[in-house]
T-cell receptor, first 110, second 113 residues
Framework: GIQVEQSPPDLILQEGANSTLRCNFS?????LQWFHQNPWGQLINLFY???GTKQNGRLSATTVATERYSLLYISSSQTTDSGVYFC????????????FGQGTTLQVKP | SAVISQKPSRDICQRGTSLTIQCQVD?????MFWYRQQPGQSLTLIAT?????????ESGFVIDKFPISRPNLTFSTLTVSNMSPEDSSIYLC??????????FGPGTRLTVL
């Protein structure tokens, strides 16, 4: 089956720093989503990005589908950015099924 | 977007009992799914909840253990049957439309003693 790998697994930043999270996937996909799981377990939708670049405030994402990777950029990090960031890919075949990476755990220190 | 609610938000259950989790979506959606997140792990797809028919289960998950219903486009239930401590996890439902993003409920935190 498809493999979804995220790096780095853990990241510690000082408040105000920038970071890049990476998601590699091993096969063609219908689309890709980025989520932030807050400390209460809620999954927050960040980006729905099958290809191209999107920006939302301090966050932006780029997916290069032909090279099978996506990047999530966090600029000027804040303590509220802490949590786990997941990428998830939707399998081809119109099933809607999402396969999740193992996540990147981000800790932003004040 | 879709707003998804789940009940209960958390529960503590005894070994050998069953728990039914409800998932309600505020708008009609094409797809509904159930995921499990074991402690410290990522999310794993349990099954696709099909409206008016049997759910489609992923490898490693069976209907006897995780019966699922979806009587209409906006509601689904997942039952965790004959529970053991290994079933302690967060259970999440998701919903969406084809070629659109999926949204997740807040999850149900289950602890089995």
């Amino acid at each position: 089956g498809i493999q979804v790998e995220q790096s780095p697994p853990d990241l510690i930043l000082q408040e105000g720093a920038n970071s890049t999270l990476r998601c590699n996937f091993s096969d063609s996909v219908n689309n890709l989503q980025w989520f932030h799981q807050n400390p209460w377990g809620q999954l927050i939708n960040l980006f729905y990005i099958p290809s191209g670049t999107k920006q939302n405030g301090r966050l932006s994402a780029t997916t290069v589908a032909t090279e099978r990777y996506s990047l999530l950029y966090i600029s000027s990090s804040q303590t509220t950015d802490s949590g786990v960031y997941f990428c998830a890919v939707e399998l081809t075949g119109n099933t809607g099924k999402l396969i999740f990476g193992q996540g990147t755990t981000l800790q932003v220190k004040p | 977007s879709a707003v998804i609610s789940q009940k209960p938000s958390r529960d503590i259950c005894q070994r050998g009992t069953s728990l039914t989790i409800q998932c309600q979506v505020d708008s009609q959606v094409t797809m509904m799914f159930w995921y499990r997140q074991q402690p410290g792990q990522s999310l794993t797809l349990i099954a696709t909840a099909n409206q008016g028919s049997e759910a489609t289960y992923e490898s490693g998950f069976v209907i006897d253990k995780f019966p699922i219903s979806r009587p209409n486009l906006t509601f689904s239930t997942l039952t965790v049957s004959n529970m053991s401590p290994e079933d302690s996890s967060i259970y999440l439902c998701s919903a969406g439309r084809f070629y659109n993003e999926q949204f997740f409920g807040p999850g149900t935190r289950l602890t089995v003693l």
